[in-house]
């Protein structure tokens, strides 16, 4: 039983603590801080992450740039990790929603407003902060 199940356990009743661990996946804790001039390949959460120039920038329906979510560099993740995850043992995972709606992608079922991306190579020449801050200045 994982911890937080374990603390879990006094509060709920004994069927949906089964259910939780019935439905429980893999997961690694992680801890957020601030940082600057971070490579564009590094993790983080929010702000301006990679992305190939020659690779047109997710939009939304209307057009509007996606904003990024969280990337994670999968090389940057603790020993085992990946595998333990099911993920690649290195490259990228970046995560876009839509900022221009109210659901801040939780519509992505529908086909609006998120997108996973895999970068198997991040070797490819990136699209600069630059232009990547301009694409938002032009929809403000």
């Known amino acids: 039983m994982s911890d937080i199940l374990a603390l879990l356990q006094p509060h709920l009743p004994a069927d949906v603590l089964a259910q939780a661990c019935a439905t429980a996946r893999p997961s690694i804790p992680y801890r957020l801080s601030v940082a600057a001039n971070l490579p564009l ?18 939009v939304n329906p209307e ?6 979510l969280a990337q994670f560099n999968l090389g940057e993740l603790p020993v085992g990790a990946a595998q333990v995850l ?11 929603i839509d900022p221009h709606s ?4 939780m519509d992505a ?3 609006n407003g998120a997108v996973c991306v895999y970068f198997a190579d ?3 020449p990136p699209l600069s902060r630059a232009a990547q801050r301009a694409l938002f200045a032009a929809d403000a």
Not at 63 to 68: N, R, S, Y
Request: hydrophobic share 40%; proline share 11%; charged share 10%.
């Open 41 to 58: 390949t590094a993790s983080r959460v929010g702000g301006i992450g990679y992305w190939p120039q020659a690779q047109p920038y997710p």
């Open 102 to 105: 109210d659901y801040y992608g």
């Open 109 to 111: 079922l529908r086909g």
């Open 122 to 124: 991040t070797r490819t």
């Open 63 to 68: 057009g509007l740039p996606l904003a990024l």
């Open 86 to 96: 099911a993920l690649p043992a290195s490259s990228l995972l970046a995560f876009y």
